[in-house]
């Protein structure tokens, strides 16, 4: 079966850190582009951040610049989204999407989701 499982969200303090995971089952993830978005309640689902396939990152809100970043590396099928200086108003549910190559600004254009995990951000 071909899927993304997320993992790595919690509780976590105003200023804290803390990094997902997106890992392909079934799939290897090399010649994919992979966006994590999240979606916090009441408010549509936004991208945070996509890498290409071929390392190019593209689509990171001016919410979330130089404070999340994706890791990829060549050869792993994991992903990881490093997110720093947490801010309450990033408290939502955190989901990976790959579709082949290159990212795209359309998320019906993503072919695989991961299920959400829970990132809340509060003293």
């Known amino acids: 079966q071909l899927q993304l499982v997320v993992s790595g969200g919690g509780l976590v303090q105003p200023g804290g850190s803390l990094r997902l995971s997106c890992a392909a089952a079934g799939f290897t993830l090399d010649s994919y582009a992979v966006g994590w978005f999240r979606q916090a309640p009441g408010k549509e689902r936004e991208a945070v951040s996509c890498?290409?396939?071929?390392?190019?990152?593209?689509g990171v809100p001016d919410s979330v610049k130089y404070r999340f970043d994706i890791i990829r590396h060549n050869g792993q099928n994991t992903l990881y989204l490093e997110m720093r200086s947490l801010r309450p108003e990033d408290t939502a549910l955190y989901y990976c999407a790959a579709r082949r190559y290159y990212c795209s600004a359309s998320q019906g254009e993503y072919e695989y989701w991961s299920q959400g995990t829970q990132v809340t951000v509060s003293s």
């Open positions: 890498v290409s396939a071929y390392g190019g990152r593209s």
